[in-house]
């Protein structure tokens, strides 16, 4: 038996209103963490505190978007207020791109897609970090993906932005060793969730379209899954995986 020893900590997970989030959200909360999740979907935010209840755990809310300083700045204020510290942080919330190629790529789509995936987790994470530093402890957990691997799984922004998680995956990962903080990412591989790609996967050539053919790809993965993997690297298992970019796809990275 894994443990985790996440009881009693307190753990922030953004984009928690569907799919890997939520998930991941769950299961902290199943190892008896108290759970901020954060996340633009009210609706579907609200859900994921019902299961959390339901299921016999805690769960307190920001609705927002985190791309947003004043919003960022209540996700850390609440969890502080509510938990008393923030021991994990996982920045999960992310859009997809339009799977444009980089002359195709306009500023509005360029901009919204490293603003949410790539500047959202940049401002979150340092207005965590005087938090954990205090506290002589942290874990960062970063969603990233398989396009942060390669080149040929997503648009020019998207692709970007994921190389720019692993940029500050480890950076954070030697800058902040000597201080009992780690930080590592999961990259999912093709998952099951409410992500949709709004673009002709074939626009961009036979590299792309063979890419994303079943045959590299491998079967679709699961939210849970992904949450698993999220919630291992999180816990005091994984206290000495730092700067990990894991991929969890099935193979698809191997191939
Ligand atoms: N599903 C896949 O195949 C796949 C593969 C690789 C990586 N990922 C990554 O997994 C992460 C989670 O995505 P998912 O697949 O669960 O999709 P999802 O759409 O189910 O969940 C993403 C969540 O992020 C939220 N969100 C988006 N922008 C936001 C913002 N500005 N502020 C606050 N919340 C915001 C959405 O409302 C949504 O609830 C993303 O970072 C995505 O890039 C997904």
């Given at each position: 038996?894994?443990?985790t020893?996440?009881?009693g900590r307190?753990v ?6 569907s799919g890997i989030?939520?998930?991941a ?7 008896g963490a ?10 579907g935010i ?9 299921a016999?755990g805690?769960a307190?809310?920001?609705v ?7 919003v960022?700045?209540e996700?850390?204020?609440?969890a502080v ?5 923030v021991?994990?942080?996982v920045?999960n919330?992310g859009i997809m791109d339009?799977m ?5 790529t306009g ?8 603003r949410?995936?790539?500047t959202a987790?940049?401002?979150l994470t340092r207005?965590v970090?005087?938090h954990?530093l205090?506290a ?8 990233a993906?398989e396009a942060?691997?390669r ?7 998207y692709t970007?932005?994921?190389h720019?998680?692993?940029g500050?995956v480890?950076n ?5 060793r000597g201080?009992g903080?780690?930080a590592n990412a999961?990259?999912?591989?093709p ?9 002709d996967r074939?626009?961009h050539g036979p590299?792309?379209a063979?890419?994303?053919?079943a ?7 699961s939210?849970?899954?992904q949450a698993?993997?999220?919630v ?5 298992a994984?206290?000495?995986?730092n ?7 099935d193979g698809?990275?191997?191939?």
């Amino acid at each position: 038996m894994i443990n985790t020893g996440l009881e009693g900590r307190g753990v922030v997970v953004t984009g928690a209103a569907s799919g890997i989030g939520r998930a991941a959200a769950l299961k902290f909360a199943q190892e008896g963490a108290k759970v901020l999740v954060a996340d633009l979907d009210r609706a579907g935010i609200e859900e994921t505190v019902e299961e959390i209840g339901a299921a016999g755990g805690t769960a307190v809310a920001v609705v927002g978007d985190l791309s947003d300083q004043q919003v960022v700045d209540e996700v850390v204020e609440r969890a502080v207020d509510a938990f008393g510290r923030v021991d994990v942080l996982v920045n999960n919330a992310g859009i997809m791109d339009r799977m444009s190629a980089l002359g195709e790529t306009g500023d509005s789509e360029w901009e919204r897609v490293i603003r949410i995936n790539l500047t959202a987790p940049f401002l979150l994470t340092r207005a965590v970090l005087p938090h954990m530093l205090a506290a002589g402890r942290g874990s960062i957990v970063f969603t990233a993906s398989e396009a942060a691997l390669r080149g040929s799984t997503a648009g020019a922004a998207y692709t970007a932005s994921k190389h720019g998680i692993v940029g500050l995956v480890k950076n954070l990962a030697v800058m902040y060793r000597g201080q009992g903080i780690r930080a590592n990412a999961v990259a999912p591989g093709p998952t099951t969730t409410s992500m949709r790609v709004d673009a002709d996967r074939e626009a961009h050539g036979p590299t792309i379209a063979g890419q994303l053919s079943a045959a590299t790809m491998g079967r679709m993965g699961s939210a849970e899954e992904q949450a698993d993997a999220i919630v291992y690297l999180a816990s005091d298992a994984a206290s000495f995986v730092n700067g990990a970019i894991l991929p969890v796809d099935d193979g698809w990275a191997a191939v």
